[in-house]
T-cell receptor
Framework: DGGITQSPKYLFRKEGQNVTLSCEQN?????MYWYRQDPGQGLRLIYY???????QKGDIAEGYSVSREKKESFPLTVTSAQKNPTAFYLC?????????FGPGTRLTVL | QQQVKQSPQSLIVQKGGISIINCAYE??????FPWYQQFPGKGPALLIA?????SEKKEGRFTISFNKSAKQFSLHIMDSQPGDSATYFC??????????????FGTGTQLKVEL
C-alpha cells in the first residue's frame, strides 16, 4: 500500500516546546516538501528537499527545521522560535511535476 | 507577495450547474498549472493540470481553460454534484525550467453544491 503517511494526526503542545512532525513515503520519490495551511491563506512552503542530505528553505522557514537523512523520511521540527505554530501541516513528495500530499497533522499550541 | 490570485473565495452552485473558479498569476516563468481538490481534514489531491502550450484541457467533468496573454487560468466543473463540495486550490510552478518544482498556491475556493 504505497503513499505518504504523517503522524500524529493531531498534536497538542505547550507554548515554548519544540515538536517534531513525522513524514514517511514509500513511493521512492526523491523530492519532498513541507507546507503550512492556515484558513484563507492557501498552502505556504516551509522547506523542501530534492535529494537525501540536501534541503532548501521555502517562503516561511523561520522557526522551523528539517532533516533528510533517508529518502523515505523528511521530519519537520517546529521550534519555540515559531511565533504562531498552530496550523495544519502537510507533507508532500513529487514524481516529475505532480506532488502527492499526505493526510496532514493538525498542531495546536496551548 | 501573492503571486497567484484566486477567486471567488466561496461559491454555491446548484446540482447540475457549472462551477467556475478563476486564477491569475504574475510570474511569466510559471510553466505548470495544477488544480487541487481538498476535503475537510484531508490532504489536497491533484485534480487536473495544464501546461501553457495548450489553451484547454478536459478530464471528465473538469476542464482547465488557459489564457497565456492574460496570465489567467480557470477551472470549470460541469454538471456539479454534491460530492464535488470541497475546497479547490489553483497552483503554479516553474516545473519544467527547474527551481525545485515549488508550487505557489492560490488562497482556495470553498465550493458547495446544493441539491
Amino acid at each position: 500500500d504505497g503513499g505518504i503517511t504523517q503522524s500524529p494526526k493531531y498534536l497538542f503542545r505547550k507554548e515554548g516546546q519544540n515538536v517534531t512532525l513525522s513524514c514517511e513515503q514509500n513511493l521512492n520519490h526523491d523530492a519532498m516538501y513541507w507546507y503550512r495551511q492556515d484558513p484563507g491563506q492557501g498552502l505556504r512552503l516551509i522547506y523542501y528537499s530534492q535529494i537525501v542530505n540536501d534541503f532548501q528553505k521555502g517562503d516561511i522557514a523561520e522557526g522551523y527545521s528539517v532533516s533528510r537523512e533517508k529518502k523515505e523520511s523528511f521530519p519537520l521540527t517546529v521550534t519555540s522560535a515559531q511565533k504562531n505554530p498552530t496550523a495544519f501541516y502537510l507533507c508532500a513528495s513529487r514524481d516529475r511535476n505532480e506532488q502527492f500530499f499526505g493526510p496532514g497533522t493538525r498542531l495546536t499550541v496551548l | 507577495q501573492q503571486q497567484v490570485k484566486q477567486s471567488p473565495q466561496s461559491l454555491i452552485v446548484q446540482k447540475g450547474g457549472i462551477s467556475i473558479i478563476n486564477c491569475a498569476y504574475e510570474n511569466t516563468a510559471f510553466d505548470y498549472f495544477p488544480w487541487y481538490q481538498q476535503f475537510p481534514g484531508k490532504g489536497p489531491a491533484l485534480l487536473i493540470a495544464i501546461r501553457p502550450d495548450v489553451s484547454e484541457k478536459k478530464e471528465g467533468r473538469f476542464t482547465i481553460s488557459f489564457n497565456k496573454s492574460a496570465k489567467q487560468f480557470s477551472l470549470h466543473i460541469m454538471d456539479s454534484q454534491p460530492g464535488d463540495s470541497a475546497t479547490y486550490f489553483c497552483a503554479a510552478s516553474t516545473g519544467v525550467t527547474g527551481g525545485g518544482n515549488k508550487l505557489t498556491f492560490g488562497t482556495g475556493t470553498q465550493l458547495k453544491v446544493e441539491l
